[in-house]
C-alpha cells in the first residue's frame, strides 16, 4: 500500500508552482508516497479590493491553511516564509526550509518597454519597498498594488503603472524570470524576511523523515535570524522592518533595516554562530532600537 501525502496550496500559479516543487521532491525521494495537491483559497486571495493591512494583514494567506492542517485535512501545507506571521504555532511547526531561491527584488517595466528615468508611477504596496525605492527614484510617484503576481503584471502591461517592484523569488518560480528588468542588490533594497524562501508546515509529532534532505542548515539559520530580528522590533505586517542574512564559510551574517517611525531608517549588521541565529537576530534588534530610536 503506498502512503498518501495531503499538501494544501493556495490556488495562485506561484503558490501552486512552489507546492510542485516540494511534491516532487516527496516523490522522488520516497517512491511509496504518492503526493496529492489539495487547492485551498484564502481571505487574502479573495479580497483584492482593500490593501491588505485593511483586512488584517498578511496572516490572511496563512489562516485558512493552518485550519486545514489542525483538523487534519492536510499533512503539509507550503507557504513563502515572508507571508508567515512572525508568531509560530508548536502544534503546526514549519519542519524544513527550501534553499533560497534569489532574495533581491526586481524592477518589472510594461511589456516592450526599455528602462527609462523613472518619474512616473512605480506600483508598490509594502512600506519596506517604497521607503528604500524612493532614495533609488526620488521623482518617482509610489502606488499601491495588490493582486497575485500575473494579476500585478496586466496591470502593469495595461498602463496602469510605469513600472513594479517585485521579488525576484516569485517570477523566477513562476516562469515570469524574463519580465526582470533590473535587480537591486540586497544594499540598494534590503528583502523582507524569508524572502525568497520556502517553508514546509506540518503537524506536531507527524513523521516528515521524507523531507529530510529538502531542508537547508543555511535557510534555517538565516530564516530564525532575520525572523527574530523581525519579531523583536514588532515588524507587523505593515512596518518597513527588513532584514536579510547570509552564511559565509559557517558565519552568519545579518543585515537589518530599522525605521524611526518619522521617515528615516537605519540599516545595522551582525555576525555570529549560525547555530545562535536568533539571538543574532534578537540582539541585532535590541543594539538597533537602543542607537536609533529617537
Ligand atoms: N507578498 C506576496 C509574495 N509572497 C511571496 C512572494 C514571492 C517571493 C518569495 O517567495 O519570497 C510574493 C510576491 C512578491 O513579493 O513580489
Not at 257 to 268: A, E, M, P, Q, R
Request: charged share 30%.
Amino acid at each position: 500500500m503506498k502512503r498518501q501525502i495531503v499538501i494544501g496550496s493556495r490556488g495562485s500559479r506561484l503558490a501552486l508552482a512552489q507546492t510542485a516543487q516540494v511534491a516532487s521532491y516527496i516523490e522522488a525521494a520516497d517512491p511509496e508516497i504518492i503526493v496529492e495537491i489539495k487547492k485551498i483559497e484564502t481571505t487574502g486571495d479573495k479580497r483584492l479590493d482593500v490593501t491588505l493591512d485593511k483586512i488584517g494583514g498578511k496572516g490572511l494567506f496563512v489562516k485558512e491553511l493552518d485550519k486545514a492542517l489542525m483538523e487534519g485535512e492536510i499533512h503539509l501545507a507550503v507557504h513563502s516564509l515572508k507571508d508567515m506571521p512572525m508568531e509560530e504555532s508548536d502544534e503546526i511547526p514549519v519542519v524544513a526550509y527550501s534553499k533560497r531561491e534569489d532574495p533581491r527584488d526586481v524592477l518589472v517595466l510594461p511589456r516592450g518597454k526599455q528602462e527609462g528615468k523613472y518619474g512616473g508611477r512605480i506600483g508598490c504596496s509594502s512600506f519596506r519597498r517604497r521607503l528604500q525605492a524612493e532614495r533609488l527614484f526620488p521623482g518617482a510617484d509610489f502606488v499601491p498594488v495588490r493582486g497575485n503576481i500575473l494579476t500585478r503584471l496586466e496591470k502593469l502591461d495595461r498602463g496602469e503603472f510605469d513600472a513594479l517592484i517585485l521579488a525576484a523569488a516569485g517570477l523566477k518560480r513562476a516562469g515570469l524570470s524574463h519580465r526582470i528588468s533590473r535587480y537591486f542588490s540586497v544594499e540598494e533594497i534590503l528583502p523582507a524576511a524569508g524572502q525568497g524562501i520556502l517553508a514546509v508546515q506540518g503537524r506536531k509529532g507527524q513523521d516528515v523523515s521524507f523531507l529530510a534532505g529538502y531542508g537547508r542548515p543555511a535557510s534555517e539559520a538565516a530564516a530564525l535570524a532575520e525572523r527574530a530580528f523581525v519579531r523583536r522590533l514588532d515588524g507587523g505586517c505593515t512596518s518597513p522592518v527588513a532584514a536579510y542574512a547570509e552564511t559565509v564559510e559557517g558565519r552568519l551574517h545579518l543585515k537589518g533595516l530599522f525605521y524611526n517611525g518619522t521617515g528615516s531608517y537605519f540599516i545595522g549588521e551582525k555576525t555570529g554562530r549560525m547555530e545562535q541565529a536568533e539571538e543574532l537576530g534578537i540582539l541585532l534588534a535590541e543594539e538597533m532600537e537602543r542607537k536609533y530610536t529617537r
